[in-house]
């Protein structure tokens, strides 16, 4: 069968790389800065090995926009259209895409999968008629199976489809035991460069070496009520073994890839299996240098000398705030303590770049408690670090708390996510969350100029490598930006049926 593998990027996650840095003048690759779409590079090779024929499309690459598509459905008549997305950010632009297909080739099915999707897949069928399948959850046996019976999908575990007009939602099929039985991702054949950076609204380049993802373990058994990570890999850790981690980092290190980021949920898990992944990249003096995320309070923050011998240079740790108040409020199950330990072990040992994320604006908090957040951020020797405010996505124990306080209608805002001080009167109001961070800002580069020069000046320096000055300035200017409060907030369906545009707050 000829399969159509479609990853539907948001606008906002990718920048075309500008001409002055790109490396490939004349190669017909494009070069973006983005996430590599890992979850159809996944899936290809699965599917090739079923004896289907696979071709992939990337909505970032400039000849693989919906037009282009369409036409490329027309011209080659693929056999069953398959759509992938990240998150709820993304869903306008895949019901966009699914429309024009299905208009384009009525008579071929159109199936789409992904986090959101998995989360969402009956209000998908009831809002979208020309999507006709939802694949939930992971695509590498459900896929497959799907393809193989597509006259007959009664049978097909994970999928949602129509009958008759009816949505029919089939019982789950068990999270995938064996994670090393699959193929190695293609990440050959999107005509595509992905360039590192961070993922934020300016293009952060972070360097130009060959750059690509890997996912060696999936799930996390904590609760943190802003993450749907609980809900998609049902509260379990899996991992692939450190042989098929190595097999594939000793691939990608031959052909040339120097920088790999895990997109692990939670790296930092098992002792043993850190330390056997890191022994192997140093017995197979294996070139590339890599970063991934992990919680503070994990055990194998002991493990960190043997991560940086073997190129590990960046930990992104899940800090989240500055008071135990807050982090028990979130249900971090860490302590400031542990966070204090963790990047301070990082640093010790020698880990180039420690990036915490934080969020601001959560249930209880007070201006003090964000401004703390940043004295914090300050103590604590982090080379990088965001200050994103709290969103509730649906899947999540946040979006269940508000469907309980009655601020959230599920039915209505299903496809709707919130920044919670938008919507949450125990939240401090967006204008008093946006004020104390510019506040704190201001505060912590204050402090890093006047404590850490030498080291603030190497990571200006280090954005300056691959950023043009007017970005750099951009980037640092963002937090003071007035945009991010202009911008019309998304509000649930009971706000506006009420004509309030800002939650009722007690005086507090
Ligand atoms: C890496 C990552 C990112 C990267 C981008 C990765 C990318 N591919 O573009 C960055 C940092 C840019 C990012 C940004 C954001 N992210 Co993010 N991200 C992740 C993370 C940690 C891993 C994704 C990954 O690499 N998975 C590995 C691949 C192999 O899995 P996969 O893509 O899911 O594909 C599998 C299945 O889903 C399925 N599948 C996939 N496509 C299809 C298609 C079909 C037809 C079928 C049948 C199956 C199928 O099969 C695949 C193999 O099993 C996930 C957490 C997670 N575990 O899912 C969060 C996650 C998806 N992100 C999330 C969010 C909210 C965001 C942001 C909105 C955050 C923000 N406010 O900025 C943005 C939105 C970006 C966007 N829309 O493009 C949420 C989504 C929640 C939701 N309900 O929507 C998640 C679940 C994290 C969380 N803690 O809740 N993210």
């Keep these: 069968m000829k399969v159509f593998l479609i990853y539907i990027r948001d606008d906002d996650y990718y920048h075309i790389l500008p001409e002055k840095l790109s490396r490939d003048r004349n190669g017909d690759r494009v070069e973006v800065m983005a996430f590599p779409p890992l979850g159809i590079q996944t899936l290809a090779p699965i599917i090739r090995q079923h004896g289907h024929d696979v071709r992939m499309f990337d909505t970032c690459h400039p000849q693989m926009k919906e037009e282009h598509i369409a036409q490329a459905v027309l011209d080659k008549k693929p056999d069953v259209i398959a759509l992938s997305f990240l998150s709820t950010t993304s869903y306008l632009l895949l019901k966009s895409m699914a429309k024009r297909l299905k208009k384009t080739a009525p008579h071929t099915p159109v199936i789409t999968g992904g986090a959101f999707a998995t989360v969402n897949a009956v209000h998908i069928l009831k809002d979208a008629p020309y999507i ?7 695509g590498e046996e459900l896929l497959p199976e799907y393809l193989d019976n597509l006259d007959n999908l009664e049978g097909v575990r994970s999928l949602t489809w129509r009958s008759n007009g009816d949505i029919v939602h089939n019982p789950d099929r068990p999270l995938i035991s064996d994670l090393n039985r699959f193929p190695y991702p293609d990440r050959s054949s ?29 799930g996390c058994p904590f609760n943190c009520i802003y993450c749907d990570i609980p809900s998609l890999a049902r509260g379990k850790w899996r991992s692939r073994s450190p042989e098929h981690v190595l097999g594939e980092m000793q691939q990608l290190n031959d052909e040339g890839y120097r920088s790999i980021y895990l997109t692990d949920d939670h790296f930092l898990m098992k002792r043993k299996r850190i330390e056997e992944i890191c022994q192997g990249i140093i017995d197979r003096k294996l070139q590339f240098h890599w ?3 992990g919680r503070v309070d994990s055990v194998a923050v002991d493990e960190l000398p043997v991560m940086v011998k073997a190129n590990c240079n960046f930990l992104a740790f899940g800090v989240e705030a500055g008071t135990q108040k807050v982090l028990d409020r979130l249900n971090k199950n860490q302590t400031l303590e542990q966070i204090e330990h963790a990047i301070r072990e990082a640093k010790k040992h020698g880990i180039e770049t420690a990036h915490g994320f934080f969020l601001i604006g959560s249930p209880d908090e007070t201006e003090e408690d964000i401004v703390e957040s940043f004295r914090f951020a300050a103590r604590l020797n982090l080379d990088t670090f965001g200050f994103n405010r709290l969103c509730v996505y649906r899947g999540t124990p946040l979006w269940q708390e508000y469907i309980d306080r009655g601020i959230i209608d599920d039915e209505c805002d299903w496809h709707k996510w919130f920044k919670c001080s938008d919507i949450d009167p125990t939240i401090l109001p967006s204008e008093v969350v946006h004020r104390a961070r510019k506040k704190g800002y201001l505060k912590l580069f204050g402090y890093l100029l006047l404590h850490r020069p030498v080291k603030t000046f190497r990571l200006l320096r280090k954005f300056g490598r691959y950023m043009q000055a007017s970005d750099i300035f951009k980037l640092l200017w963002s937090p003071f930006r007035k945009k991010t ?9 009971r706000m506006i049926e009420q004509g309030i545009d800002a939650p009722v707050r007690k005086t507090l």
């Design 132 to 138: 006709d399948c939802v694949g939930r959850g992971e």
């Design 190 to 218: 999107l005509p595509v460069e992905y360039i590192e950076s961070m993922p934020l609204d300016v293009p952060a380049v972070l360097s130009l070496d060959r750059f690509c993802t890997m996912q060696t373990s999936r």
């Design 291 to 293: 970063g991934c995320e």
């Design 485 to 493: 409060l202009t911008r019309k907030p998304e509000l649930p369906e």
